[in-house]
């Protein structure tokens, strides 16, 4: 039996073994399974707003560590490569800004910033040189509103993987949502990034460990959507609190929904509040540490403060708390496995048999 095996029947399920979430060789394993094919998000599109325009980042910095380019070319087309010369793997491009073309100064090997290798110093009588090997891989992009995602080998098909919010939530004019720096928040936490998913993927806390979050929920019509890369906790509002102005073409119209979150597989999340989406990105760093960076982009900014997204921070810290007692816990010699409650942890049994899956 592998490893790592989770009954797809939930009344009957344990939940993954101690070890995935303990083990450093695992930690390691899991970078190249999961993560090396998965979708990730890389940035805004105003990044290279204009054609010459180059963003150097590193792909899941603490994990994957990929040296990765984003490019708008001359042509007005995007690219996102790797940030590494096809000569002897020196970082290409060092810096954001507008070029012409991407020239590596350890040797002098020139790109277009489409990727093609288009001058070297001292190549001559090299036989097929250039060639494709000489060129910039590339990495698939793709954009869903303002926002890239960008994948080393992905499994399946980006809007695959988004799923059904480009259609359920149509109506939101995403492109018109303003990033908010100043709100923005990178918070560490002492525990593996796994243990962090499994606490943002159920509901059954809330009235334990967010006393004043349960007070803007109904938390009798909390509930969760499994979908094909992830899941949807709708947040139904308490009495009076705010809730969404949904339109009448909206599949959701009628109900009071405070809070759409979504996840998906294995690191990101949507938190669409009625003054607009806070973007969480889970970066794993080692296997008791992870980074967890909050990205707030305002829609109707007369709406913050209020609701379910009315205090992220406090409910962040909480939620903080709880997984580092918990990654002490899952250390003892005395734990391995749990078990699931049927309706309030259907997000965690799928986030286990995805990752099950994944690691083979």
């Not at 792909?59 to 000569?87: A, I, K, W, Y």
């Not at 992905?154 to 018109?176: G, H, K, N, S, V």
């Not at 993927?201 to 334990?208: A, K, Q, S």
């Not at 308490?238 to 009071?256: I, N, W």
Request: charged fraction near 25%.
């Amino acid at each position: 039996m592998p490893r790592f095996c989770v009954d797809p029947d939930i009344t009957r399920a344990e939940t993954l073994p101690s070890e995935f979430y303990t083990s450093a060789s695992v930690f390691d394993e899991a970078k190249e399974k999961i993560f090396a094919r998965s979708w990730q998000f890389v940035g805004e599109i105003d990044q290279v707003k204009v054609p010459g325009a180059v963003a150097p980042f590193t792909m899941l910095e603490g994990c994957l560590d990929e040296p990765l380019v984003l490019t708008r070319d001359l042509d007005d087309q995007f690219h996102c490569m790797s940030n590494v010369c096809t000569h002897r793997g020196n970082v290409v491009c060092e810096g954001a800004g507008t070029e012409r073309s991407l020239r590596c100064r350890y040797h002098g090997r020139r790109f277009d910033l489409a990727g093609k290798c288009t001058f070297m110093p001292e190549f001559e009588g090299v036989i097929g040189f250039p060639g494709p090997a000489d060129n910039l891989p590339h990495v698939p992009l793709e954009r869903f509103g303002p926002w890239l995602f960008a994948s080393l080998s992905p499994t399946l098909p980006f809007q695959t993987w988004l799923d059904e919010i480009p259609t359920r939530l149509a109506w939101m004019p995403f492109d018109e949502f303003l990033f908010a720096p100043e709100r923005s928040r990178t918070y560490t936490v002492r525990a593996h990034w796994a243990l962090y998913i499994d606490n943002y993927l159920e509901g059954f806390h809330i009235p334990y460990i967010h006393p004043a979050l349960n007070e803007t929920l109904d938390y009798g019509n909390y509930d969760t959507y499994l979908l094909g890369s992830g899941n949807l906790q709708y947040g139904a509002a308490g009495e009076g609190e705010p809730c969404f102005d949904l339109p009448t073409d909206s599949a959701d119209f009628g109900q009071k929904i405070a809070a759409y979150y979504y996840w998906l597989f294995p690191n990101f999340m949507f938190n669409f509040y009625p003054w607009g989406v806070s973007l969480n990105v889970v970066r794993p760093v080692g296997p008791n540490l992870t980074k967890v960076a909050f990205l707030p982009y305002v829609w109707k900014p007369e709406l913050l403060g209020q609701g379910a997204g009315g205090d992220l921070d406090r409910v962040e810290r909480e939620d903080e708390a709880v997984v580092e007692l918990v990654q002490k816990g899952l250390r003892s010699r005395l734990y391995d496995r749990g078990r699931y409650a049927p309706r309030r942890e259907r997000g965690v049994h799928q986030f286990h048999r995805m990752i099950a899956e994944a690691m083979g």
